[in-house]
């Protein structure tokens, strides 16, 4: 280890409502129990999140010792980003007995899509990534169209 790396001593992920960060848990009880000055993570999270206002937008953060942080921005959950595209509440309770929907070959392309956009997937190519986002659906109780 260089000695110019910073030691870390927390690697945290968060939903945090895009654009509405606050001091109100869960960022606040989160960041204070390491010491961090809250304000210097809600203020620029809002400032990138703040086009993405209303949806629930994955971050990850990395504490240092020092009690500085870095974070990223992951964008939208897959499983949230699937009941928007197909129209639902929620996935079943039981998903490989009770059915609640079904997704198409094009709405899982434009979800991989945009998540390979943010680089939040662990797809070399859009068929991989589109076979990541099936089984996120699948695990929702969600049925697989790939004909249409």
């Not at 989160?30 to 999270?45: E, T």
């Not at 974070?71 to 007995?97: A, N, R, V």
């Amino acid at each position: 280890m260089a000695q110019t790396e910073k030691k870390v001593v927390a690697n945290i992920k968060m939903r945090v409502p895009g654009g509405r960060a606050s001091a109100a848990p869960p960022v606040g009880s989160i960041l204070g129990q390491y010491g961090v000055n809250m304000m210097d993570f809600i203020n620029p999270f809002n400032e990138k999140t703040k086009d993405m206002m209303g949806q629930n937008v994955g971050v990850k953060i990395k504490i240092f010792e020092d009690r500085t942080f870095s974070f990223t921005i992951t964008g939208t959950p897959t499983d949230e980003m699937i009941l928007k595209t197909i129209g639902l509440d929620k996935g079943s309770g039981k998903p490989h007995s009770d059915k609640v929907g079904k997704i198409t070959k094009s709405q899982l392309e434009g979800i991989a899509k945009q998540k390979m956009e943010l680089g939040s997937l662990n797809a070399n190519d859009i068929d991989g990534a589109m076979k990541v986002v099936a089984g996120t659906a699948r695990s929702m109780g969600i049925e697989v169209d790939w004909d249409k």
